[in-house]
């Protein structure tokens, strides 16, 4: 049995902590690695090894950083079927989707490759008479990315990519359930040619967490994850003196006008539902039907929604995998039963589906929930999983009420033909990413990713230009080079450019 061990200054290291948990593949239920998990002994090393890094890395060259991110890159396509592979076998979803992640979290290194655009700062001459400004930015220091089991490459890749080009050294503590794609991407780097200590991986759960929340030596922290916890690593981190982006979980709603295409619709909602057997903070996981369009639509949605294949992530044409833990399937299908208690109309019941050749591993089929109220738990909660609830309003501007009533505000998409419609709804929704006729609008690596209220705690987006803000101080530069014969006076009043 493999033990992942964590990566150090460059190596795989066991550390000090002892405890291992089990690692499983969600397709067979079988444990297949254990990970060990970290503590404070553990992430005192990383931040010593990370601090000595920074030093130099620091202050190598903007170019030399930014030709290690383009070696990086090249890396991450040449090994992104072998990556996709590993993230599959520990998450549960299919190769192609997870391929998709990392050509997502690419994205992000192309950004950085590109980074001394948009770290170009600005010169202001002759503010006063002979008196110029500059400004530029620099880097944290040792800065830190906790990180949630649904995109084990993407979400880290939205922080790792920019805090190192902008010249800080990172420590990533990614989910406990898939840590192996971490360590491979680790491995990527040193290939690529980043020195040892700018690039750390410390495994573990809570224990690693606090450590690195109160750690003096980490200066920065981002984290995706659960609102609960994105809540109780920006209070306890901001406590102690760090900088903080915390994104948190989400209930993404998709509203559908009459006007909509029906199968256009139908298919981009199904496939955001049940992509991913829905383990995305993107995912739709409500779908608002507005006046008549509600039956028309629940029919062509339990139509799509038998069709989606499930089986193994690995097995050419299945569509959907199954939930990354026992806990996680049994927690989404009693919710299922939860709603039909509370009401609901199960349209399609995704409940004790069987896999051959897979009966224990962690499947749910899809499930579609039509007459959802937003009393229920099915509304209320992130379920987190391959479940969609129909709610029905009369009207787009109650469903933009709905959207704006409920806690979260990560994304949200509306279906329609109507260009006027579509800019009412996107200026008075309360929520971050907005997808018109587009169901899961992740932005591009060149904007910034966030949600709104309880999806995002703080004020901090993370990856394009609010990434590189991130990552960086400002220093704002008066400058005066007096001539040698120039009389210069002093004043004693505060001075004033003139
Ligand atoms: P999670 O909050 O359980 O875990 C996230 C990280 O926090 C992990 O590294 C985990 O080890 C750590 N953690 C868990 N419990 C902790 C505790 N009590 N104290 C300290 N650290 C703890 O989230 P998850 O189940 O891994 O991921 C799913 C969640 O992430 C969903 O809510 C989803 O919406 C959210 N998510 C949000 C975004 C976004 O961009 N807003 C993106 C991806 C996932």
Not at 4 to 27: D, K, M
Not at 242 to 255: D, F, S, T
Not at 415 to 428: D, L, M, P, W, Y
Request: hydrophobic residues 40%; proline residues 6%.
């Amino acid at each position: 049995m493999t033990t992942i061990q964590h990566w150090i200054n460059g190596s795989l290291a066991q550390g000090a902590a002892t405890a291992t948990q089990p690692v499983f593949n969600p397709a067979t239920g079988a444990e297949q690695a254990r990970v060990v998990l970290g503590g404070s002994a553990d992430v005192d090393a990383a931040v010593q090894a990370a601090g000595r890094a920074f030093e130099t890395w620091s202050e190598s060259s903007l170019t030399q950083r930014t030709q290690v991110m383009f070696a990086f890159r090249r890396l991450l396509l040449d090994h992104e079927e072998e990556l996709g592979r590993i993230i599959s076998a520990e998450h549960g979803k299919t190769v192609d989707d997870a391929r998709g992640e990392i050509t997502r979290g690419r994205e992000v290194v192309e950004f950085a490759c590109g980074l001394g655009d948009v770290l170009k700062g600005s010169f202001s001459d002759q503010v006063s008479r002979g008196v110029d400004v500059h400004d530029f930015r620099q880097p944290l220091g040792v800065v830190a990315g906790i990180t949630p089991f649904n995109f084990p490459a993407m979400v880290p890749l939205w922080m790792h990519p920019i805090a190192i080009a902008t010249g800080n050294t990172f420590i990533l503590k990614p989910s406990e359930r898939d840590p192996s794609a971490a360590n491979f991407v680790a491995g990527l780097y040193q290939k690529a040619g980043l020195p040892d200590g700018v690039f750390n991986v410390i495994h573990g759960g809570k224990d690693a967490v606090d450590a690195i929340l109160t750690h003096p030596g980490i200066e920065a922290v981002s984290f995706v994850g659960s609102t609960p916890i994105a809540k109780y690593v920006h209070e306890t981190a901001t406590s102690h003196g760090k900088r903080v982006q915390a994104l948190g979980g989400a209930k993404n709603h998709a509203v559908v006008l009459p006007d909509a295409d029906l199968e256009f619709t139908a298919n981009h909602i199904t496939a955001g539902a049940y992509g991913s057997a829905g383990e995305r903070c993107m995912a739709v996981s409500v779908a608002v039907a507005v006046g008549d369009a509600a039956d028309a639509l629940v029919a062509v949605l339990q139509r799509k929604a038998l069709k989606v294949e499930v089986g193994p992530g690995d097995r050419p044409g299945t569509d959907m995998g199954p939930l990354v833990t026992k806990a996680a399937q049994e927690r989404v299908e009693k919710a299922v039963g939860t709603a039909g208690a509370q009401g609901a109309t199960i349209v399609v019941d995704g409940r004790g589906l069987k896999i051959d050749g897979h009966e224990d591993g962690f499947f749910t089929g899809p499930s579609l929930l039509d007459h959802v109220t937003t009393q229920m738990d099915a509304y209320r909660e992130e379920l987190f999983g391959p479940v969609l609830a129909v709610v029905r309003t009369e009207t787009l501007d109650q469903a933009i009420d709905v959207i704006n009533a409920n806690p979260y505000g990560n994304g949200t998409a509306l279906f329609t033909a109507s260009g006027e419609a579509a800019r009412r709804f996107q200026r008075k929704v309360k929520v971050g990413m907005i997808g018109i006729n587009v169901p899961v609008p992740v932005p591009m690596s060149y904007y910034s990713f966030g949600g709104w209220k309880d999806s995002l705690i703080g004020d901090s987006p993370i990856h394009g230009p609010e990434g590189t803000r991130f990552y960086t101080r400002p220093k704002v530069v008066t400058t005066r080079w007096p001539q040698p014969a120039q009389q210069v006076t002093a004043g004693f009043d505060f001075p004033t450019s003139n």
